[in-house]
């Protein structure tokens, strides 16, 4: 079993920054990606960005430049720096691991507003 816990999500007003971090710990025991993912109500979860086991980035047009994937493989950790948000980046952000499978964390609203 993998277990994730996302941190970092808050109010923030429009053209501002946030970082979510997310830690994984359990049965890591293989080669993962480590991913972040958002959704809105009503809406399917989509993917914002996500980094496999080499390191490259894979990002969501919409956040293309304005937000940055890192992933420590030592700490089994992976944090998004988001900045110039938007109002439409408002959404609950959920940490994802894929391991055989997808894990999921709980989730962390992200809410862009003045």
């Known amino acids: 079993q993998v277990h994730i816990v996302e941190s970092g999500g808050g109010l923030v007003q429009p053209g501002g920054s946030l970082r979510l971090s997310c830690v994984a710990s359990?049965?890591?025991?293989?080669?993962?990606?480590m991913g972040w993912y958002r959704q809105v109500p009503g809406n399917q979860r989509e993917l914002v960005a996500r980094v496999g086991t080499t390191g490259d980035p894979i990002y969501d047009d919409s956040v293309k430049g304005r937000f940055t994937i890192s992933r420590d493989n030592a700490r089994d950790t992976v944090s998004l720096q988001m900045t110039s948000l938007r109002p439409d980046d408002t959404a609950v952000y959920y940490c994802?691991?894929?391991?055989?499978?997808?894990?999921w964390g709980k989730g962390t609203l992200v809410t862009v507003s003045s």
């Open positions: 994802n691991v894929f391991l055989f499978r997808d894990y």
């Open positions: 359990g049965r890591l025991d293989g080669p993962y990606s």
